[in-house]
């Protein structure tokens, strides 16, 4: 038996977390969501999950500013981040990456199976 | 009285005149009469010119005189302008001592020659009513000029005096005319001479750079602008002698339009420039709020896309239960559709990005052909579904190029896409990457055997939007974005894309890109490169 992997999903459009859910779910991995950065970085600091799925465009806190707060933290600094996004813009993305998200990816350009598979690596 | 030689000669002065505005041209036509008519040896021609605020000293010489009998005639100029100073511009006979050295024409000195000066006469030389200098003529010989002589001589100058007065006052009343229409123009102009000063500028240009109206160093003008060197483009301009435009140039929050451009004068030669400033503030602010509402919109357009995609997936992959065929083959089409509609998001954005000129060029070392065989392998299914080979030719020394891998993956993309696209089953499709038509360039070549475009619509082909009506029906998936995306990246990097094409028997697409690679343009955003699906 495998050690079950937590994900934290921070992301204010639901289906999206349904979605991923759905194909994570039975897959050895225990989901856990908000739908702002503020709650989604208090969250992160205080459970330590594996693997944070971070959006850029979210209320109160968004995806970059929650990057930047999560990597002044000690534990914070090393945590594993993806950028889920719709949002397609370089500058922002070129600095999410520098600040050390494990990638970068669009949305409406992956299929939920890949995005599945990808997320299953990145636990690893 | 005149004889009939000198009424012959006073009609023909006078059309010569009149092709000269300058004072030292009118000496010389002038000269060129009393040559003719007169007998002396030497004339001496001393006049204030205003341009330069100095006097001019022309000597003629028919005779083979000493210099010293050249100074002497020089020497009756001088006097008689420094007797009548008071009639004389104020501070010109000041100058008189820093007179450059003379100009001389006619036969050669001789210093041996012993001839001294035997007689002469003065004549004032007047531009109008104002008097500017004096006429010398000597002789070697005693009484050389009787009265008609020296009044011949009177009436050229005279009618000279008067023909450039009013050539001078017309040219005045047009630069005062010229003047004004610069002032009363909205855009902000600024005239400067060949020395690099600005002689004029107005009232536009004055409130957009702060500087006065005049008598400054161009440097102080043109290093207020923060993005651009102005004073090299202005260089550049008066080399070439052309007029060159600068889309946006910024002084600090505003932008203008700049236009530099070489000034000439009645001769045709540049004695300085203009430099136009048309302010485009209001219509970068625009550019800007469309591109960042151009980017948010695709933003929210992709976020319901990206939820059909995936849940249609879900639906689709089995895990939900069995679906029956028709459920099937109908969540298929939605699938189907619901990519194009991501596809056409991205190429929307792509479009627009060009349009507002805010691509980005970000070239790096890539690998061609590498380039290029990642992208036919992704075509792997859909040449699998038409049963279709691709056939590959690389010139392995054009492997390593300086190009934007992006850029580069978005025009071999469409143009391989298409080439799949409009081919028919069974078909091959061709693609090269070879030595250009022209040497510094290389050509990338995708050919099809399929549909082709009829010859009448060739032309449009890479217009917005546009799809040949052969294929509106039979491939409906296009969204006629993709060739005019590609033709506006080919272009912007310093290639050229053309086509060879015949309805029923396939096209051939030819891109040429610039071997030395593309040059970095640091433009908001790059354009979008999807994966095929």
Same mark, same amino acid.
């Given at each position: 038996m495998t050690e079950t992997k937590q994900i934290l999903i921070i992301e204010d459009e639901k289906p999206v977390t349904y979605a991923l859910d759905e194909v994570l779910r039975g897959h050895g991995c225990a989901l856990i969501s908000t739908t702002n950065g503020q709650e989604g970085l208090a969250l992160a600091l205080k !459970?330590? %999950? $594996? !693997?944070i799925v971070l959006d850029m465009i979210m209320p109160i806190m968004d995806g970059p500013a929650t990057l930047e707060n999560l990597r002044r933290d000690e534990w914070g600094k090393n945590a594993k981040v993806l950028i889920l996004t719709n949002l397609t813009d370089d500058e922002k993305k070129k600095k999410v990456l520098a600040m050390g998200a494990l990638g970068y990816i669009v949305k409406s350009d992956i299929s939920i199976s890949e995005l599945g598979e990808l997320i299953q690596k990145l636990l690893v | 009285m005149l004889n009939g030689l000198e009424k012959i000669a006073l009609n023909t002065f006078s059309d010569d005149l009149a092709k000269t505005i300058d004072l030292g041209e009118a000496i010389d036509v002038v000269n060129k009469y009393i040559w003719e008519l007169l007998n002396y040896s030497v004339a001496v021609y001393s006049v204030y010119n205003y341009q330069d605020s100095r006097f001019e000293t022309r000597v003629y010489s028919k005779e083979a005189v000493s210099d010293k009998y050249i100074a002497q005639t020089k020497k009756i100029v001088d006097d008689f302008i420094i007797e009548n100073a008071s009639k004389m511009p104020v501070g010109a006979v000041s100058s008189i001592t820093k007179k450059p050295a003379p100009l001389l024409f006619g036969i050669h000195t001789d210093? +041996? +020659? %012993?001839?001294?000066?035997?007689s002469s006469f003065v004549i004032p030389v007047a531009i109008g009513s104002n008097f500017v200098g004096a006429l010398c003529i000597t002789s070697t010989q005693n009484f050389n000029f009787k009265p008609d002589d020296v009044d011949l001589v009177s009436l050229f100058l005279k009618i000279a005096g008067i023909s450039i007065a009013r050539i001078q006052s017309f040219l005045q009343s047009v630069n005062s005319s010229t003047e004004s229409l610069i002032q009363s123009i909205s855009n902000g102009v600024i005239m400067f001479d060949n020395q690099a000063k600005v002689t004029l500028a107005n009232e536009a240009a004055m409130r957009y750079? #702060?500087? %006065?109206?005049? #008598?400054? $160093?161009l440097k102080e003008l043109t290093?207020?602008?923060?993005?651009?060197n102005l004073f090299a483009t202005i260089e550049e301009s008066l080399d070439k002698s052309q007029s060159i435009k600068i889309p946006r140039a910024q002084i600090s929050q505003f932008w203008y339009e700049v236009a530099v451009l070489p000034v000439r004068n009645y001769n045709s030669e540049i004695i300085g420039g203009a430099i136009i400033l048309h302010d485009i503030t209001h219509v970068v602010e625009v550019d800007k709020a469309k591109t960042e509402f151009v980017s948010l919109a695709s933003h929210q357009l992709r976020t319901p896309l990206s939820a059909i995609r995936w849940y249609t997936e879900l639906l689709l992959d089995g895990t939900q239960g069995p679906l029956l065929e028709d459920q099937k083959k109908f969540l298929e089409v939605i699938n189907e559709s619901n990519l194009r509609m991501i596809e056409l998001v991205g190429s929307l954005l792509n479009a627009s990005r060009i349009e507002l000129g805010t691509f980005a060029i970000d070239p790096k070392d890539i690998d061609l052909i590498e380039i290029s065989k990642s992208l036919i392998v992704e075509l792997e299914p859909y040449l699998k579904e038409k049963n279709l080979k691709v056939v590959e030719r690389y $010139?392995? +020394? !054009?492997?390593k190029y300086f190009g934007d891998p992006g850029l580069l993956r978005i025009i071999f993309q469409n143009l391989l896409s298409n080439a799949v696209k409009y081919s028919l089953e069974n078909n091959t499709v061709n693609f090269s990457i070879e030595e250009g038509t022209e040497s510094n360039m290389i050509l990338i070549k995708v050919h099809d055997e399929g549909l082709g475009i009829p010859k009448k619509q060739q032309g449009m082909v890479f217009t917005k939007l546009f799809r040949a009506d052969n294929v509106k029906t039979s491939v409906p998936d296009g969204n006629g974005l993709g060739l005019y995306i590609v033709k506006s990246i080919v272009e912007e990097v310093g290639g050229k894309i053309w086509l060879e094409s015949e309805e029923d028997h396939g096209t051939t697409f030819f891109v040429h890109i610039p071997k030395v690679g593309m040059k970095e343009k640091k433009g908001s955003k790059p354009l979008e490169v999807t994966k095929l699906r």
């Open positions: !459970l330590h %999950p $594996d !693997l | 210093v +041996n +020659n %012993p001839a001294e000066v035997r750079t #702060g500087l %006065p109206k005049e #008598g400054y $160093d290093k207020l602008f923060t993005n651009i $010139d392995e +020394n !054009l492997r």
